[in-house]
T-cell receptor
Framework: KNEVEQSPQNLTAQEGEFITINCSYS?????LHWLQQHPGGGIVSLFM???GKKKHGRLIATINIQEKHSSLHITASHPRDSAVYIC?????????FGTGTRLQVFP | EPEVTQTPSHQVTQMGQEVILRCVPI?????FYWYRQILGQKVEFLVS????????KSEIFDDQFSVERPDGSNFTLKIRSTKLEDSAMYFC??????????FGSGTRLTVV
């Protein structure tokens, strides 16, 4: 069983739609990261959370430590949001990654 | 904004050859990492490095792998005798303890 599970694995949306990606984890963590990976492969950090909620532009990330669950929301989605979104939890020094959610937003 | 720099971006090597992947972490970061991503799979932890020594390593990081911070700025990953299954994207990352985890753009290693 994966220590970090994401859903859905693939997501297709029309431009303007509200998008939610979910992450559940089963290990102890000091923080949870949401990352974005584009087709070229580079990884960009979107958020690091240890509690509550963070917002950056059209992106919102929440975490519920008791339920071991986090969500990433994208409001007013745009084709440029198309990418793989990855949840990763910080366990000791290392990050444990989920398998990612591939998002495609069509005009 | 400070960046983690990795070179080369793409390396092709013959099976059995040694390769060295190079990284320049962010200057005031204290923790350094190597991760890899085999094509189509999730990112996997290889090793973390702090205070000039390995602080944690995964099962993947066997005797064929080594890391070094030779000059206070570079952080290298060496694979002694590459195998076909070492073909992957290798990411370097650095952090200041709890905050500021930053990834490099990766080195795509192809073993032929």
């Amino acid at each position: 069983k994966n220590e970090v599970e994401q859903s859905p694995q693939n997501l297709t949306a029309q431009e303007g739609e509200f998008i939610t990606i979910n992450c559940s984890y089963s290990v102890g963590i000091s923080a949870l990261h949401w990352l974005q990976q584009h087709p070229g492969g580079g990884i960009v950090s979107l958020f690091m959370l240890s509690s509550g909620k963070k917002k950056h532009g059209r992106l919102i990330a929440t975490i519920n430590i008791q339920e071991k669950h986090s969500s990433l929301h994208i409001t007013a989605s745009h084709p440029r949001d198309s990418a793989v979104y990855i949840c990763a939890v910080r366990n000791t020094d290392k990050l444990i990654f989920g398998t990612g959610t591939r998002l495609q937003v069509f005009p | 904004e400070p960046e983690v720099t990795q070179t080369p971006s793409h390396q092709v090597t013959q099976m059995g050859q040694e390769v060295i992947l190079r990284c320049v972490p962010i200057s005031n970061h204290l923790y350094f990492y190597w991760y890899r991503q085999i094509l189509g799979q999730k990112v996997e932890f290889l090793v973390s490095f702090y205070n000039n020594e390995i602080s944690e390593k995964s099962e993947i990081f066997d005797d064929q792998f080594s890391v070094e911070r030779p000059d206070g700025s570079n952080f290298t990953l060496k694979i002694r005798s590459t195998k076909l299954e070492d073909s992957a994207m290798y990411f370097c990352a650095s952090s200041r303890a709890v905050v500021g985890y930053t990834f490099g753009s990766g080195t795509r290693l192809t073993v032929v």
